[in-house]
């Protein structure tokens, strides 16, 4: 997997769009970006992915910079349950096996909305 | 549509005693991780089954640890002689085949060996 770097905490007004950036310099071509955020005391939650296009559903939109060196997590109107810890994940789709399909997070970013 | 689901959310058992976890993953997945996480730490992948082939055990910390799953949907975790060191929140997570990167996770069963 493509290392991946991104800030430790950020803050964010309810109400306001999040923007979460995360730096993948080292990316291959077959790698995608994957987000995921894991809210205290649930489960990770499986966000949104993409290769190289922009891409939007109903929680978040992911826009990737053209040399796809970096990318940006937008949750368009942040509410206080958007609080939780935002992981990046830079990886190539993976074969159906366990051991080589499992999940790592890194220490992703801390995402406070406050009031 | 549902979730993955599991149970009990939280369990609380006496050093040595068994313990059984239960995931029930979404309909039509075919894939089901489990994993675990201490507090504080990262995901720690434990067992993986997908279909009807044999599981991928190679996550399980010790032979105390045994995991199965019946007709292809609901998975059983078995910790025989429960550790102090076993204390973590137990994670299901499930996919559908040929999509292993997109994970739905369950809520997690909190254990906490006395």
């Known amino acids: 997997d493509a290392k991946t770097t991104q800030p430790t905490s950020m803050d964010c007004a309810e109400g306001r769009a999040a923007n979460l950036p995360c730096n993948h310099s080292?990316?291959?071509?077959?790698?995608?970006v994957y987000w995921y955020r894991q809210i205290h005391s649930q489960g990770p939650q499986y966000i949104i992915h993409?290769?190289?296009n922009n891409e939007t559903n109903e929680m978040a939109s992911l826009i990737i910079t053209e040399d796809r060196k970096s990318s940006t997590l937008i949750l368009p109107h942040a509410t206080l349950r958007d609080t939780a810890v935002y992981y990046c994940?830079?990886?190539?789709?993976?074969?159906?096996?366990?051991?080589?399909?499992?999940?790592?997070f890194g220490t992703g970013t801390r995402l406070q909305v406050t009031l | 549509g549902a979730g993955v689901s599991q149970s009990p959310s939280n369990k609380v058992t006496e050093k040595g005693k068994d313990v059984e976890l239960r995931c029930d993953p979404i309909?039509?997945?075919?894939?089901l991780y489990w994993y675990r996480q201490s507090l504080g730490q990262g995901l720690e992948f434990l067992i993986y089954?997908?279909?009807?082939?044999?599981?991928?055990k190679s996550g399980l910390p010790s032979d105390r640890f045994s995991a199965e799953r019946t007709g292809g949907s609901v998975s059983t975790l078995t910790i025989q002689r429960t550790q102090q060191e076993d204390s973590a929140v137990y994670l299901c997570?499930?996919?559908?085949?040929?999509?292993?990167?997109?994970?739905?996770f369950g809520p997690g069963t909190r254990l906490t060996v006395l």
């Open positions: 309909s039509g997945h075919t894939a």
């Open positions: 080292t990316i291959s071509g077959n790698e995608y």
């Open positions: 994940i830079v990886r190539v789709r993976r074969a159906d096996t366990g051991t080589a399909s499992k999940l790592t």
């Open positions: 089954f997908q279909g009807n082939s044999a599981p991928d």
């Open positions: 993409g290769l190289k």
């Open positions: 997570a499930s996919s559908l085949r040929g999509a292993p990167d997109t994970q739905y």
